[in-house]
């Protein structure tokens, strides 16, 4: 079975200091890897997609960036973080043939302070 | 272009009692359907999906959702809800046109109260 695991579960990081947040999955190859973040009130967003090793779509501009060393991980990062980037970032997967279902990580808590 | 419309932004209900969470859609295409819950602080769990195959999905927890067409629906119900169905439930489309990213929509917190 396929498991997704992301770490670190919490983090409180300070204003202008880097960002670097894992998604590693196992029990399956070449999937699509997502990288959402959820704000309170704000639902679920879209920040970054790839369909492969090295290859990354952004759907929102800001101050973060994604890379994918490897064909099941995903990481997420930044250089200097905002007040705005706090929030519940999750990491998805799916299979690159329908219906297109995604599951979902545990998320990352992070608080910019 | 797609879209999902999630009808309530809160439900309340009695323990034991039934639950209803609307969801209407909009899409080009013929459509999959899911939902989803979401326990504070967790990931997205996938409740049931709707594929085409059968227009009453039966998902996990004793949550079933009907796929209606004409109605462009897709509303999630339960017989009798469980103190532990208290989240927030996200009704979500997908096109499938080639790879796919998915629509969701703005969320229902459903509380359950003794």
């Known amino acids: 079975s396929q498991t997704i695991h992301q770490w670190p579960a919490t983090l409180v990081q300070p204003v202008g200091s880097p960002l670097s947040l894992e998604c590693t999955v196992e029990g399956t190859s070449n999937p699509n890897l997502y990288w959402y973040r959820q704000a309170a009130g704000r639902g679920l967003q879209l920040l970054f997609y790839s369909v492969g090793i090295g290859q990354i779509s952004s759907e929102v501009p800001q101050n973060l960036s994604a890379s994918r060393p490897q064909d099941r991980q995903f990481i997420l990062s930044s250089k200097k973080l905002l007040l705005s980037d706090s929030g519940f970032y999750l990491c998805?997967?799916?299979?690159?043939?329908?219906?297109?279902?995604?599951?979902f990580g545990p998320g990352t808590r992070l608080t910019v302070t | 272009a797609q879209s999902v419309t999630q009808l309530d932004s809160h439900v309340s209900v009695s323990e034991g009692t039934p639950v209803l969470l609307r969801c209407n859609y909009s899409s080009s295409y013929s459509p999959s359907l899911f939902w989803y819950v979401q326990h504070p602080n967790k990931g997205l769990q996938l409740l049931l999906k709707y594929t085409s195959a059968a227009t009453l999905v039966k998902g996990i927890n004793g949550f079933e959702a009907e796929f209606k067409k004409s109605e462009t629906s897709f509303h999630l119900t339960k017989p009798s809800a469980h103190m532990s169905d208290a989240a927030e439930y996200f009704c979500?489309?997908?096109?499938?046109?080639?790879?796919?990213?998915?629509?969701f929509g703005k969320g229902t917190m459903l509380l359950v109260s003794p």
């Open positions: 998805a997967w799916n299979r690159d043939r329908g219906p297109y279902e995604q599951y």
């Open positions: 979500v489309v997908s096109e499938n046109s080639g790879y796919s990213t998915l629509t």
